[in-house]
């Protein structure tokens, strides 16, 4: 009996029993191929609004830079206007056509400052005598879940 069994282990491994094998390992393979895609994708995403995000926050720094020190001149919602005393003139901020541009009036030539943003901008406070307060919004017009916003007060001269 013992020399029946020992026998039939030496046979080796059934035609049947390969396929089945391969066929689970092509499941488990497919499923491991899928998950890594997503990840990759979710990666790529993650990585796309980091770097909106981070472009976003350098326009609004060196927005805020200007216009903290700066007289408030006029706001709609895509535009707002203030005296720059550095420069002496007034500078224009403009969402248009998905960039962020500044207009520096001596110069008259818009300079992009960021891409692949809309937003806005609101002032509080622009009665004479008050300290006006601009809030600037800026959205990724393309994924709405990357957004900035920051709210500056002019400083009184």
Same mark, same amino acid.
């Given at each position: 009996?013992?020399?029946?069994?020992?026998?039939?282990? /030496? /046979?080796?491994?059934?035609?049947?029993?390969?396929?089945?094998? !391969?066929?689970?390992?092509?499941?488990? !393979?497919?499923?491991?191929?899928?998950?890594?895609?997503?990840?990759?994708?979710?990666?790529?995403?993650?990585?796309?609004?980091?770097?909106?995000?981070?472009?976003?926050?350098?326009?609004?720094?060196?927005?805020? /830079? /200007? *216009?903290?020190?700066?007289?408030?001149?006029?706001?709609?919602?895509?535009?707002?206007? %203030?005296?720059?005393?550095?420069?002496?003139?007034?500078?224009?901020?403009?969402?248009?056509?998905?960039?962020?541009?500044?207009?520096?009036?001596?110069?008259?030539?818009?300079?992009? *400052?960021?891409?692949? %943003?809309?937003?806005?901008?609101?002032?509080?406070?622009? !009665?004479?005598?008050?300290?006006?307060? *601009?809030?600037?919004?800026?959205?990724?017009?393309?994924?709405?879940?990357?957004? %900035?916003?920051?709210?500056?007060?002019?400083?009184?001269?």
């Amino acid at each position: 009996m013992l020399k029946k069994s020992l026998k039939r282990s /030496k /046979k080796g491994i059934a035609l049947v029993e390969v396929l089945i094998s !391969l066929f689970i390992f092509s499941l488990m !393979l497919a499923s491991m191929i899928g998950v890594f895609s997503t990840l990759l994708q979710r990666r790529s995403d993650v990585r796309r609004m980091q770097q909106q995000t981070e472009e976003f926050s350098l326009a609004s720094s060196y927005m805020a /830079k /200007k *216009i903290r020190m700066s007289d408030y001149g006029s706001c709609s919602s895509s535009t707002c206007t %203030v005296h720059d005393h550095s420069l002496n003139d007034d500078v224009t901020y403009t969402f248009s056509g998905n960039n962020l541009t500044e207009t520096i009036a001596a110069v008259g030539v818009p300079g992009v *400052i960021a891409t692949n %943003v809309t937003g806005g901008f609101v002032a509080h406070n622009t !009665l004479s005598g008050n300290v006006p307060i *601009i809030t600037v919004h800026m959205v990724d017009p393309l994924h709405m879940d990357t957004a %900035v916003q920051t709210t500056l007060s002019l400083r009184s001269y």
